[in-house]
């Protein structure tokens, strides 16, 4: 595997630089491309049996204390711009901020795109989460995308190609994102408005100058995990340094050197209070990679 001359290369890279939860133990090689062609370039030199592993942001991430064996792929520099299109149509990089993608839409008179505003991810997260806040959802408004296997091959595809649910996406194996195009409709009235209102709403609701990936669970069909938690007296509880937000009863946080395995061991014994008082067993929203140190 060739170091590329201008993308970052890095070995043993610890994940909490890159999780908003900052914990998470080392990938064996971390890679930040600067350019599309150097990420084509580095997949199409990548020995056959090393895994890959991508991510955005790492909003949505629990990184184990042992690491992540392989490369982490970290595109957002590579894949970072925003085009307006021909009929109201707009082309993202998976590594564009979704807040970033909020605001250009608002700019451009165009929507619904608000919601992106409160999502912490790249459009490239949002797209493999079907990310989604205030009744909008990432994947209303996908026309198609393009995405590259780990040959370093690029293909454009339909949004027929892929099973899209709450939280979850299904595509093509062995597929990353690296683009979408969206079709939006002409807002006239004042988006940026409708953006700064929804996030004083979230100020208001979420703990969000505090490291956390957002909702840990996902919500069962019919409730609120928050609601679940919170009526099971699990707000504050705490393992380590991991503590359940008394903010919002979804969200755990990093109150200083909380590890890993805290927080796995919060999320246990989260779901056994809360299926033992409520009978409901919650699934996960946020992805758990790696191994135990
Ligand atoms: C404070 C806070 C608030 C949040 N609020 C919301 C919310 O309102 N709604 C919501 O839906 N989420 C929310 N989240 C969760 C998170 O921001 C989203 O899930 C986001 O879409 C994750 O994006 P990311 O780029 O950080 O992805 P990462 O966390 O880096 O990765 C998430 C998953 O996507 C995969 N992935 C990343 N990039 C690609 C790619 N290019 N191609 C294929 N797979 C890829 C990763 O492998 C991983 O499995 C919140 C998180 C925080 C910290």
């Known amino acids: 595997m ?15 630089k890159h999780t908003s939860w900052r914990l998470g133990g080392p ?5 930040r491309p600067e350019t599309l062609d ?9 020995e056959d049996g090393v895994p890959v592993y991508w991510t955005g942001l ?21 894949l970072g711009s925003v085009d307006r299109l021909p009929g109201n149509r707009i082309e993202a990089g998976a590594g564009v901020p979704c807040t970033v993608l909020a605001r250009r839409c608002a700019r451009w008179q165009l929507g619904p795109a608000e919601f992106f ?5 790249t459009v490239g997260g949002a797209l493999r989460m079907n990310a989604g806040a205030f009744g909008g959802e990432t994947w209303d408004r996908v026309a198609e995308v393009d995405t590259v296997n780990r040959r370093g091959e690029v293909f454009t595809r339909a949004k027929d190609e892929f099973e899209i649910a709450y939280r979850q996406v299904a595509g093509p194996a062995g597929e990353w994102f690296i683009a979408a195009r969206f079709q939006f409709t002409e807002q006239p009235e004042n988006g940026l408005d409708r953006v700064r209102a929804l ?3 979230r ?3 979420q703990p969000l100058g505090l490291p956390s990936c957002g909702s840990v669970f996902r919500n069962p069909q019919g409730f609120h995990a928050a609601q679940l938690i919170d009526s099971a007296g699990l707000k504050g509880f705490r393992v380590g340094a991991a503590a359940v937000s ?19 061991e919060l999320i246990r014994h989260i779901r056994a209070v809360v299926e033992e008082r409520h009978g409901i067993h919650l699934e996960l929203e946020v992805h758990i990679v790696g191994e135990h140190a």
């Open 2 to 16: 060739s170091i590329q001359q201008k993308s970052t290369v890095r070995r043993n890279e610890p994940m909490s």
């Open 203 to 205: 100020q208001a609701k």
């Open 38 to 46: 150097e990420l084509l370039g580095f997949l199409r030199e990548l």
């Open 246 to 264: 008394e903010k919002h009863a979804n969200f755990i946080i990093n109150t200083g050197d909380a590890a890993a395995a805290d927080v796995e």
């Open 58 to 78: 790492g909003s949505n991430l629990l990184v184990r204390d042992g690491g992540i064996r392989g490369v982490v792929i970290a595109p957002s520099n590579a």
């Open 199 to 201: 996030m004083r709403e």
């Open 27 to 31: 990938a064996d090689i971390y890679f």
């Open 117 to 121: 505003a409160g999502i912490p991810g």
